[in-house]
Structure formats: structure tokens, C-alpha cells
């Protein structure tokens, strides 16, 4: 089954994205798996001062790995949206990992300057903004 990233935004938490996006009805009836992790602070790191400073790339990629271990998902489909910081997140994954990323649906953020700097996808990403 594919996999959704759920990504919350600033001083929110994966709880609040539940609740806000609906996503868990849509992947009963559309057969999917959805995830709604927590950013450090409830913060992910998208290279602007204030925000979270861990590795949060790296966490979710090794969250996608752990994901695998227990549900059945295809690795080729793993997708990421984000409300507001939780949609600028979603770009850097585009941009750091778009060999594990399929495409990404960010809602109320965009690519923050160092994002946009830094951007080097290894194939164009698809993505409904």
C-alpha cells in the first residue's frame, strides 16, 4: 500500500494533523497507510532560525524504514503533504529526498530560501500545491 506523510504545522502535533486533514477516513476507503509524526518542539527543521535544528530528513526516512518493518507499504509510493511548516517540510523532502519521495501535496507552506538553495532533486518532483 502506499504511505502518506502527514507533516503538522509550527506548535502543532501529528494529534492535530489527524484531526485537520481527514486523512484517516480517506486511507480506510482509498487503501492506504497514513502516518502523523511529531516534529521536535512541535517544529520541523526547514532551515529558518526558530524552528527545529535536528535532522529531520534523516528521521523521516528512517521513519518510512520502521513503517516497512511492520505494514506492508510500496516503497515507490510514499508521498508527504504538510500543513504550514508542516508543508515546508514536505519541499525539503522533495529536494533531499527525491529517491524515496513520490510527490508532495504541502498546504499553507512553500520552499523557504535555503530550501530553494539547496534544491537538487535527482528527477523532477510531482507535486499539487
Request: glycine share 10%.
Amino acid at each position: 500500500m502506499p504511505l502518506m506523510l502527514a507533516l503538522h504545522g509550527f506548535t502543532q502535533n501529528g494529534q492535530t494533523m489527524m484531526g485537520l486533514s481527514g486523512f484517516n477516513a480517506l486511507a480506510e476507503e482509498h487503501q492506504f497507510v497514513v502516518a502523523y509524526p511529531y516534529g521536535v518542539n512541535t517544529s520541523w527543521n526547514v532551515g529558518v532560525a526558530g524552528g527545529s535544528g535536528v535532522d529531520d530528513v534523516g528521521f523521516l526516512l528512517a521513519l518510512i524504514d520502521t513503517i516497512a518493518t511492520k505494514a506492508n507499504i510500496d516503497q515507490s509510493r510514499v508521498y508527504a503533504s504538510g500543513f504550514s511548516n508542516g508543508g515546508f517540510m514536505s519541499y525539503r523532502l522533495a529536494c533531499e529526498a527525491s529517491h524515496r519521495i513520490a510527490a508532495i501535496a504541502p498546504v499553507a507552506g512553500t520552499m523557504v530560501n535555503a530550501t530553494y538553495n539547496a534544491c537538487f532533486p535527482t528527477r523532477p518532483m510531482p507535486l499539487i500545491h
